[in-house]
């Protein structure tokens, strides 16, 4: 985890700003034991880093869950709003909890009348095919904002390593959201413990700031 | 475990040397006393209590028969399956990496350990140096915290990948009472000094197949048996550091013979005689169902062996490379439908009348059902003679065929057609291992093969190292594709076994391969190999081949992954 920061941190070409929002990490214990439990919760939610980065993005196509074929780039600039994640089928708790996220981000959203494009990328794209992610889909009630992807391995690994979120395999991967208000505009990487409040925050946020 | 009771009732003797004879009386009768507890509470857990405690551990399911629900970052619940233990701390309990956290391992040998008996584990295998770290026993009220409220034995708040669970006070218990128990003894076939595989080979395999097998597998053991000793000498992997038990590795061969009916017997009669811990590589001209099923019955992890068809059965403790003829076929029928207007109007599948056979043709006409083209099926006679004339009877140079035929039966095709023959001659690259001489000039042109490997300089360069170490061992290189098998599999099974330590569970060896298998160089003959939970099928997709000027075979497709 230093690791992937320290190389964040490094890379200033690819970032602006760096936000680094510290819930209850750096709350002093004894702080904390006056919050009830509920609250205790909420603070904790707030485990994330937030930083506004470039990402130079390639010409791959993708397959979208209903078997299109679809180049990436039309997809991601299609004019609205775009939220995109990263998960792989067989991965059992950091992908489910983000995907849960997701599926609460797009309620909300959808119930504040706004225009936007969930963007869901495999990482396992030979098992994760179009009806596999259709399957998945429905598990989360992914509505009609919500798009999934799979690819070729290579192409995949194209995408992931051009948002840098590429740890080398996908055992590795991590917890990632990215915002992006339109096409030509920088980015928003959302890394660590989100609540789905928090994700919609910083939609919110980052559309206030156009 | 009672040898361990021994040892600490030796210590404590020697240091009572110099209390009161009256003293020394009433520790050894408390030791004794906590020791028949021990002895009881280790023995006899309340079958009901383990029970509940599965459920909730592996399914998420309380015993009111209501979903187990946690609660994650204030908004987000987590409930039923998703919320089960296993999700993140896995079936064998020794947890796992999410990502960037660890998961630690939570059976109670891990939970409950002293001071002195402290187990390890790695769970992360990037950081070897970072094996699980020794924290305090829990105790029951402890723990209860820590699943409830998620605060850790040392009263740090755990971070959010762990729920906080509404369990009540005997939900805890049976959870804590199923964590005792798991993953408490080593597996059969694991010695104090010594870790026993076996490895099975089938009837009608080739001898010089099987034999070289045996030679690859013999000769892995024999170098990794000799380097271990040296693990204090010469220490080439920050893995090796970690101390643990030295246990020589033995290979036990398992030859079934006769009808595929009797091999069950034959299984549990030679594990009976030798347990072992797990079955690596193998190999099978046909059938692998009843190896298949044993494995499952016994739990014995099957790691990898070479068959052209593995069963189509759910099997937790099995792992292939493909799915053999079957994905070769999902392939084609993808092929098939992608050429849109220059769909063949119909294809021909000739096959041989066995379960390989039968296998390969259900699952292409299947794939083809709904499309345009036809399917038909034309068995190939048992006994090579003129009756070969009637499955070619009706085909001109229009058709398009499919042969899931073994190079014998090739070349007995390609000399009764070699003048008028389908257009599209498509095989099987499983059944054709690698020996093309069927394909006669007339053919060329003609034959596609659909392959599962990889093919030209990446090929030959994963493979380089298996071609040194054969050389490097004199064993003579029989059939690349089939030792690049075994030689994936013995370097795959080192690495597992190096990162388990001394835990050998036959559930976690199997999560440590879909977790780890394929992370590294490819030293395979597959363009990438990748498991994850539940997959049992390391490579996915097939090129269809076809051969060039200069005779040897190139991708006449992308790699194609069925649906």
Known sequence: MTYCYRKLYLSTQYMKIIFIILGMLLMSQNLLADISS???????????????????????????????????????????????????????????????ILSKVETQLTKDGQKFHLITISIDPENDTPSALTVYAKKFDAGVNWDFYTSTREASLTIQKAFKAFRGDKMNH??????????????????????????VAEYNAMLKTQ | MSSKIVDSLNIDLKSLDRKSKRGLFSVLLVTMISLVG?????????????????????????????LLKGVRQGAVQVEGAQAACETCHRRSGMGSLEGNFAVPPITGRFLFANEDDRPLALVDTRQPKDITRAHKP?????????????????????????????????????????????????????????????????????????????????????????????????MRMPLDLIPRQLRKWELSVWELKGEPETWAEQLSEYYRREPVFAVISGVSNGTWSPVSKFCQQEKIPCLLPSVALPPDEPSFYSLYYSKGVALEASVLANHLRAKDKNKPRRIVQIYRDDEVGRGAVKVLSEALKDSSVKVENRIFPEKLSENLKNIFKGLSSNDTVMLWLKPTDLVAVNKENHKQFPRVIYVSGFLAEEDYGFVSKEWKEHVRVVYPYELGEKRRKNIAGMQQWLKSWSIPL?????????????????????????????????ERAEDMLGIGSNFSAYPHLSLSRGQRFASKGAYIGRFGSDGKLVADSEWIVPE
């Not at chain 1, 505009?185 to 609540?195: A, D, H, N, Q």
């Open chain 1, 174 to 199: 991590a917890s990632l959201i990215f915002l992006r208000p339109f096409a030509g505009k920088s980015w928003v990487r959302l890394e660590g413990f989100m609540s789905p409040d928090d994700v």
């Open chain 2, 38 to 66: 021990v002895e009881i509470s280790a023995a006899s857990p309340n079958p009901d209590e383990v029970e509940i405690g599965r459920k909730i551990y592996m399914e998420g399911v309380l015993p009111s028969g209501e």
């Open chain 2, 138 to 234: 829990y105790a029951e009220s402890t723990l209860s915290k820590a699943i409830r409220e998620g605060v850790d034995v040392d009263g740090k708040d755990m971070n959010l990948l762990m729920p906080r669970y509404a369990l009540n006070d005997n939900e805890v218990k049976a959870v804590t009472t199923y964590l005792r128990q798991l993953s408490s003894e080593l597996a059969p076939g694991v010695g104090n000094d010594s870790l026993h595989f076996a490895t099975i080979i089938t009837q009608n395999v080739k001898p010089e197949k099987s034999d070289v097998m045996v030679k690859m597998l013999k000769a892995a053991f024999g170098q990794r048996n000799s380097s271990q000793q040296t693990y204090s000498g010469r």
């Open chain 2, 478 to 510: 029989v059939d690349q594709v089939f030792q690049s098998e075994v030689f994936f599999d013995v370097l795959l099974l080192t690495d597992l076994s190096s990162q388990m330590i001394d835990n050998f569970y036959r559930d976690y060896i199997v």
């Open chain 1, 38 to 100: 509920e609250e205790n919760k909420k603070v904790q939610a707030s485990q994330f880093t937030k930083v506004v980065a470039d990402y130079k993005l390639p010409e791959v196509n993708v397959v979208r869950q209903d078997g299109k074929k679809l180049s990436f780039l039309k997809e991601l600039n299609d004019g609205r709003p775009v939220i995109l994640n990263f998960v792989f089928i067989s991965c059992s708790a950091i992908c489910p909890m983000l995907s849960h």
